[in-house]
């Protein structure tokens, strides 16, 4: 009886703390562990807002395997939350950006793909944690992709608190941090939840998201944020191209204008893995870059998760969004001879956009030349 009691004393905490060293030196810096009690909370936020037709479409849909652990895994005790930041370079507001036709890129995207360093390093954890424990362990874990409530959990386990942005913000690192979290039958020692709220009177991300998707303090129309336009696939509806600008693919907007971030600029954190991409790309390279190139430089990013149609799309818009007739002729490229007529489509859309005689004519000669349905619809809006 005496030897099962500091058993189980030894693993809520000891283990616990083990857990979070070890953690620490995959290059996980924030842990939390939290209950595997059910977030009623976040239920009716969810619900509420699935009735009303603002759950975002990326989000898993079906509420028990959101907001009950115990649907995605049966013996859950308790949630290990964990966080690492990414941002490599000061963060900077957007208006010091670059000149026209030069593409943006989030930070999060210029990284290796994060769901696979992740994923590789709570593997690494998994195995730890077994190691540790004299007794069979279930765990699942998931990065982003999976259907936990990640910021929820995080504020839960103490990692930080939802700015008015909707993002979680740390105390390290502000909000440049990516979320992962392992569901566990071993019974740890919970954290106290993070219930500090510093936003106050600040609204400075809602003025500044470029696309107005942040309508309302900790409401995001996500179908209207960037890093959704950017990363949808098929057309972007062509009465949101002129809101992406020269975001070539993600947005950071609503946090580079945080004054929670700002402080950070001073010590760039270490980040899990080094930049395979400069954060600023001249649009049109993207549109000339075959698939193979494609898959070179941009495949072991998140990006990659897209195929190539998805980039170049996003490329002309921001060409378009630049208005400078340097770029008609690269566009005129890609109306002819891209492959995917949802490019060729975006870049008539871009040739209109910049306007003027030689843009006109060039769309002309598309037009008798075209024979994709699509595409052909774009050029006669473009004329
Ligand atoms: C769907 C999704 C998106 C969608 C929708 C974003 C959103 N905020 O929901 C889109 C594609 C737009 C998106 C964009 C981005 N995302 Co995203 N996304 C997700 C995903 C898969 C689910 C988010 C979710 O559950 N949304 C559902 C909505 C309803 O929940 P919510 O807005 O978070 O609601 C919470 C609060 O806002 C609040 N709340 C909601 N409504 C209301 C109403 C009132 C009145 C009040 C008081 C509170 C309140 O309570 C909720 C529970 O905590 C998570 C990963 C995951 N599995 O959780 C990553 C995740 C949130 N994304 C992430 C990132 C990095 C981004 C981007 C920064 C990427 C980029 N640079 O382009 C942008 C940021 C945009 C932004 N301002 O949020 C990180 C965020 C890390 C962090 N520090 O928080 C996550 C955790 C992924 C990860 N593991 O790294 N994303
Ligand atoms: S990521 Fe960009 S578009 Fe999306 S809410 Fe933030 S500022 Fe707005
Ligand atoms: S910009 Fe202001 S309102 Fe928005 S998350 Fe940061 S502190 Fe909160």
Same mark, same amino acid.
């Given at each position: 009886?005496?030897?099962?009691?500091?058993?189980?004393?030894?693993?809520?905490?000891?283990?616990?703390?083990?857990?979070?060293?070890?953690?620490?030196?995959?290059?996980?810096?924030?842990?939390?562990?939290?209950?595997?009690?059910?977030?009623?909370?976040?239920?009716?936020?969810?619900?509420?807002?699935?009735?009303?037709?603002?759950?975002?479409?990326?989000?898993?849909?079906?509420?028990?395997?959101?907001?009950? #652990?115990?649907?995605?895994?049966?013996?859950?005790?308790?949630?290990?939350?964990?966080?690492?930041?990414?941002?490599?370079?000061?963060?900077?507001?957007?208006?010091?950006?670059?000149?026209?036709?030069?593409?943006?890129?989030?930070?999060?995207?210029?990284?290796?793909?994060?769901?696979?360093?992740?994923?590789?390093?709570?593997?690494?954890?998994?195995?730890?944690?077994?190691?540790?424990?004299?007794?069979?362990?279930?765990?699942?874990?998931?990065?982003?992709?999976?259907?936990? #409530?990640?910021?929820?959990?995080?504020?839960?386990?103490?990692?930080?608190?939802?700015?008015?942005?909707?993002?979680?913000?740390?105390?390290?690192?502000?909000?440049?941090?990516?979320?992962?979290?392992?569901?566990?039958?071993?019974?740890?020692?919970?954290?106290?939840?993070?219930?500090?709220?510093?936003?106050?009177?600040?609204?400075?991300?809602?003025?500044?998201?470029?696309?107005?998707?942040?309508?309302?303090?900790?409401?995001?129309?996500?179908?209207?944020?960037?890093?959704?336009?950017?990363?949808?696939?098929?057309?972007?509806?062509?009465?949101?191209?002129?809101?992406?600008?020269?975001?070539?693919?993600?947005?950071?907007?609503?946090?580079?204008?945080?004054?929670?971030?700002?402080?950070?600029?001073?010590?760039?954190?270490?980040?899990?893995?080094?930049?395979?991409? #400069?954060?600023?790309?001249?649009?049109?390279?993207?549109?000339?870059?075959?698939?193979?190139?494609?898959?070179?430089?941009?495949?072991?990013?998140?990006?990659?998760?897209?195929?190539?149609?998805?980039?170049?799309?996003?490329?002309?818009?921001?060409?378009?969004?630049?208005?400078?007739?340097?770029?008609?002729?690269?566009?005129?490229?890609?109306?002819?001879?891209?492959?995917?007529?949802?490019?060729?489509?975006?870049?008539?859309?871009?040739?209109?956009?910049?306007?003027?005689?030689?843009?006109?004519?060039?769309?002309?000669?598309?037009?008798?030349?075209?024979?994709?349905?699509?595409?052909?619809?774009?050029?006669?809006?473009?004329?």
């Amino acid at each position: 009886m005496y030897e099962r009691r500091r058993q189980e004393l030894d693993i809520k905490t000891n283990i616990k703390a083990k857990i979070k060293s070890f953690a620490a030196s995959l290059g996980l810096p924030l842990v939390g562990v939290t209950s595997a009690e059910p977030l009623a909370e976040e239920e009716k936020i969810f619900t509420r807002r699935q009735e009303e037709g603002t759950y975002p479409p990326l989000a898993e849909q079906r509420m028990p395997r959101r907001t009950r #652990p115990a649907a995605l895994l049966s013996e859950v005790r308790s949630i290990i939350s964990l966080a690492a930041p990414y941002f490599t370079d000061p963060i900077t507001a957007i208006d010091r950006l670059p000149e026209a036709g030069v593409g943006v890129i989030a930070r999060y995207a210029i990284n290796r793909d994060y769901h696979a360093v992740w994923r590789e390093k709570l593997h690494r954890l998994t195995l730890f944690i077994k190691a540790q424990l004299r007794q069979p362990v279930n765990t699942k874990f998931w990065v982003d992709s999976g259907p936990p #409530p990640e910021k929820a959990l995080a504020q839960k386990a103490g990692l930080g608190y939802v700015g008015k942005n909707t993002l979680l913000y740390t105390a390290l690192f502000g909000s440049f941090v990516h979320l992962g979290e392992l569901y566990t039958s071993v019974d740890l020692e919970p954290d106290p939840p993070c219930r500090r709220e510093e936003c106050g009177a600040c609204r400075r991300c809602l003025s500044a998201c470029p696309s107005g998707a942040l309508s309302a303090p900790y409401f995001i129309r996500a179908e209207l944020c960037l890093s959704y336009l950017t990363q949808m696939r098929g057309p972007i509806p062509r009465e949101k191209r002129r809101l992406l600008g020269n975001h070539l693919w993600g947005c950071d907007v609503c946090q580079e204008v945080c004054p929670r971030n700002q402080s950070l600029s001073a010590a760039p954190a270490v980040p899990l893995s080094d930049p395979l991409l #400069p954060r600023f790309l001249p649009a049109a390279d993207i549109l000339r870059l075959s698939e193979e190139e494609y898959i070179a430089r941009f495949g072991s990013t998140a990006i990659g998760w897209r195929p190539v149609a998805v980039l170049q799309r996003n490329a002309a818009i921001c060409l378009g969004n630049c208005g400078d007739p340097r770029y008609i002729p690269v566009l005129a490229t890609s109306l002819r001879e891209n492959p995917h007529p949802m490019v060729r489509g975006a870049s008539a859309w871009a040739l209109g956009a910049i306007g003027g005689r030689e843009a006109h004519l060039l769309l002309l000669k598309a037009k008798s030349r075209e024979h994709h349905a699509q595409v052909l619809e774009e050029i006669e809006a473009a004329l």
